[in-house]
Every structure is written in structure tokens, then in C-alpha cells.
């Protein structure tokens, strides 16, 4: 069961059940050329909010000693914000630091309801940042304990290795984040590239 925290914006119940920290550990398995690079990880994942209505989404990974014993080693971190995908109006924030010209529109569940899409899902936006100099908005759909998003654009930076799309796969299986990530990078077509198993920490 999930339990949601009482100052809970309304329009994020539908993402509740992300709320938390998982960790656990995942596999990389990605084709370059005639290479293939595969390697196990651990993670970190925190998603958390602030009374506004977005989820703030932060992960850690690092790679496993090669001896036991050894000290794992840093891999990737990023972080980000996930919300419904909707129109902002007079009752949000923004932009910039301005503050709500009006109420809320989506302040219990009938009226997100509203924001219910033609397949009983609800439409999502992602906003993710990584410090090797990429940004990436994914556009997608939360139905029941389940997520798909699939890039709508990607930034780099003029130092940042070439990474141009992305589908991401999230589900809540017997009680554990799963996770899937398909990228196209370094001059390839999308393809499998990581996936994960968490389990929930706090």
C-alpha cells in the first residue's frame, strides 16, 4: 500500500508511488561499433517534493570494485524535475521568480481528473540535466504504476559527447522500481542501453 504525505500536491498523486529512495543495482550492455561495453552498477535514486507540483528527481551510480573490497568508483549522476504535462495558467509559479497571479486549478482529484488522457493514463514531461553538458525533455504517459517517456529534444553543450534521444521505461513490480533506458549515442541508432532493479530504502 502507499501511503501519500498529507501536503501532497493533488496533481501528483498519480506519481506518487515514485515518492522515495531506492537503491539497488543495474546493468549496462551497450553496442559501439563492434564493441560492446557491458558492466554491472549500483544506484541511488531519489524522488522527492517540495509542495510544488513536480516530483525532484535526483541519481547516483557507480561501478562495482573489480576486487572485494575495492572502493566502487563513480560512474554518472543527474537530476531533474517530473510533473503532469499541462498547460501553467495565472495559478503557477513562473515564469522565472514570479510568483502565482491566481489559484490553483488542480487542487483535489476531480479536477485532475480533467487531465486524464484519451488511453486512462495521464500525459507527463520530464525535465532532466547531466554535467557532462546534456539536457533532455522526455514526453510521455503514467498509467497505474507504469511510465514511458521518449525524448521530444536533447541539448548539448559544444564539449558534450554526441547523445541525441532516449526512451525510458519505469514500473513498480512486487514492490521494486524496475527501470529500462534506450539511447542513441555516439552515432548510433536507438538501442538497449541499461537497466535496473531498486528496491525501496526510505
Not at 107 to 112: C, N, Y
Request: hydrophobic letters at 40%; glycine letters at 12%; a negative charge.
Amino acid at each position: 500500500m502507499i501511503e501519500l504525505p498529507v501536503d501532497l500536491p493533488a496533481e501528483l498523486v498519480p506519481l506518487s508511488w515514485l515518492l522515495g529512495v531506492w537503491e539497488g543495482s543495474g546493468v549496462v550492455d551497450y553496442a559501439v561499433g563492434d564493441e560492446s561495453v557491458t558492466h554491472e552498477f549500483g544506484q541511488r535514486v531519489s524522488f522527492s517534493h517540495d509542495g510544488l507540483p513536480h516530483l525532484n528527481y535526483t541519481s547516483y551510480t557507480w561501478l562495482f570494485p573489480a576486487e572485494e573490497g575495492g572502493e566502487p568508483t563513480p560512474l554518472v549522476t543527474e537530476t531533474g524535475y517530473w510533473r503532469l504535462a499541462r498547460a501553467l495558467g495565472d495559478g503557477d509559479q513562473g515564469p522565472a521568480m514570479l510568483p502565482a497571479r491566481g489559484e490553483s486549478r488542480y487542487t483535489d482529484a476531480d479536477s485532475v481528473e480533467t487531465l486524464r488522457n484519451a488511453d486512462g493514463g495521464f500525459d507527463v514531461e520530464v525535465s532532466l540535466v547531466h554535467p557532462g553538458g546534456v539536457s533532455e525533455l522526455y514526453l510521455g504517459q503514467v498509467k497505474g504504476p507504469r511510465i514511458d517517456l521518449a525524448t521530444d529534444a536533447v541539448m548539448r553543450g559544444s564539449g558534450a559527447k554526441d547523445y541525441s534521444a532516449a526512451t525510458r521505461l519505469y514500473g513498480l513490480v512486487d514492490g521494486h522500481l524496475l527501470w529500462a533506458w534506450d539511447i542513441a549515442a555516439l552515432g548510433q541508432d536507438l538501442r538497449t542501453h541499461a537497466s535496473a532493479r531498486l528496491a525501496k530504502v526510505d
